[in-house]
């Protein structure tokens, strides 16, 4: 017999019933998101840990529907669920291509060297994914070489087998990979050897806390030197004081991302922000 007590399951019914009917009201807006020309991608620089320029930006997604601007945190889950991530992911994957060509054409040799854009399991999962991303990169004359594709630990290891056949066919055409929120997955070495992996980022929960926490700086230390004994290159995520920047100089991460140097940028500012990365 439920509880009837006034309070108790009353209120979490009704809070229930509200959760359910924000997240319908979500996957019904994403449906439309891009014909309403309600997506934008947003740019965060990636820095050389050492000399603090500019090596890269991660491609963020941001959805501002007439009702206020929704977290990725929120929505992100939601079209994966829904499948919505898909068509919405190509058009991310567009964004990429078309940044990664214009970059090269402004800045030349001096081009930052990689374009992240995340992929979620639902897009690995698409049997037409690789003739879709051959005929992207062909219309916008894109580089693959600089395009760093992120599929978090937990999406590839959630289905090894297809996902490493996936990603050998992605590495094939040329792009480069990385294993997003790396740490929070749970692969063995022997899992990680065996993925066509460039990059490992690790999660921002690790970061948390380093410059105070001998244990915690212990993990992170230990992680990045796996990493170069595998030969990959390392980014920290969410990097935001110097003690962390300090700590992760000295343990060899080669990339860093973080608000201690930019948040997500538009794409004028990420434009200056390069430029002013030059003069450095
Ligand atoms: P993520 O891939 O781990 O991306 C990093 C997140 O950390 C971003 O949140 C970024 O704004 C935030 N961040 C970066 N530096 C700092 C920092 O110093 N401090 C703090 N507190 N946060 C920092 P964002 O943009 O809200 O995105 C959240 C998640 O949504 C992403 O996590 C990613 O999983 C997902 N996402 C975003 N864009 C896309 C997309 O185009 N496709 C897919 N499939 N997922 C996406
Ligand atoms: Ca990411
Ligand atoms: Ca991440
Ligand atoms: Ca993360």
Not at 14 to 23: D, M, N, P, Q
Not at 124 to 135: F, Q, R
Not at 136 to 165: F, G, Q, S, W, Y
Not at 233 to 242: L, R, S, Y
Request: glycine fraction near 6%; charged fraction near 25%; hydrophobic fraction near 45%.
């Amino acid at each position: 017999v439920k509880q009837q007590g006034r309070n108790g399951w009353h209120f979490f019914s009704a809070s229930l019933e509200e959760k359910v009917r924000k997240k319908l009201s979500i996957s019904n807006g994403l449906r439309l998101a891009m014909e309403r020309d309600e997506l934008s991608v947003r740019f965060q620089p990636i820095v050389d840990t050492l000399s603090t320029r500019i090596v890269g930006a991660e491609m963020l997604l941001r959805w501002h529907p007439a009702e206020g601007p929704v977290s990725p945190a929120l929505f992100i889950p939601i079209a994966e669920m829904t499948g919505s991530i898909v068509p919405i992911g190509s058009w991310v994957f567009a964004q990429a291509c078309q940044a990664e060509a214009d970059w090269r054409s402004r800045w030349g040799e001096l081009a930052p060297a990689y374009i992240s854009v995340n992929i979620s399991a639902r897009q690995l999962n698409e049997k037409n994914l690789l003739s879709e991303i051959k005929a992207i990169i062909k219309t916008h004359a894109c580089d693959p070489a600089r395009i760093l594709l992120e599929i978090t630990e937990t999406a590839v290891m959630a289905d090894i087998d297809t996902n490493l056949r996936v990603l050998r066919s992605l590495a094939d055409l040329g792009f480069r990979v990385a294993i997003d929120d790396f740490g929070t997955g749970y692969s063995s070495l022997a899992q990680l050897t065996k993925l066509p992996v460039d990059v490992l980022k690790i999660d921002k929960a690790f970061i948390d806390g380093i410059e105070h926490h001998p244990e915690s700086r212990a993990v992170v230390k230990a992680v990045i030197g796996l990493g170069r004994a595998v030969g990959v290159k390392m980014i920290a995520e969410g990097v935001e004081n110097p003690e962390q920047l300090l700590e992760l100089r000295n343990f060899g991460c080669d990339f860093v991302q973080g608000y201690l140097f930019y948040r997500p940028l538009e794409k004028h500012q990420f434009i200056e922000a390069v430029e002013q990365s030059f003069k450095n």
